[in-house]
């Protein structure tokens, strides 16, 4: 199982970032995927998730309504669209699966959130 998480970077307050995370070595398109976080000096933090087919996804509260994951089945990828960006969304963002009860993360991607 690998996942590769990409998209991250520098973007001031109020702006966009488009996360994408890869991922190989398992049946993608029967799998849960989800998107979670961890800001400096602070513990892992669930952000997100989507179901096999997409048809049903749940967010954490810090993020309703500004964040939305999506995946791409054909490509083995899902997304984490992010708007309207604050400071304390900065983090290192990854993408964990279960496969066979044991958890995947890739090695997560950096967002800042600075002006």
């Known amino acids: 199982v690998q996942l590769v998480e990409s998209g991250g970077g520098l973007v001031q307050p109020g702006g966009s970032l488009k996360l994408s995370c890869a991922a190989s070595?398992?049946?993608?398109?029967?799998?849960?995927m989800n998107w979670y976080r961890q800001a400096p000096g602070k513990g892992r933090e669930w952000v997100a998730f989507?179901?096999?087919?997409?048809?049903?996804?749940t967010y954490a509260d810090s993020v309703k309504g500004r964040f939305t994951i999506s995946r791409d089945n054909l490509k083995k990828t899902v997304y984490l669209q992010m708007n309207s960006l604050k400071p304390e969304d900065t983090a290192v963002y990854y993408c964990?699966?279960?496969?066979?009860?044991?958890?995947?993360w890739g090695k997560g991607t950096l967002v800042t959130v600075s002006s």
């Open positions: 989507i179901t096999p087919t997409g048809g049903s996804t």
């Open positions: 964990k699966v279960v496969v066979l009860f044991r958890d995947y």
């Open positions: 070595g398992f049946t993608f398109s029967s799998s849960v």
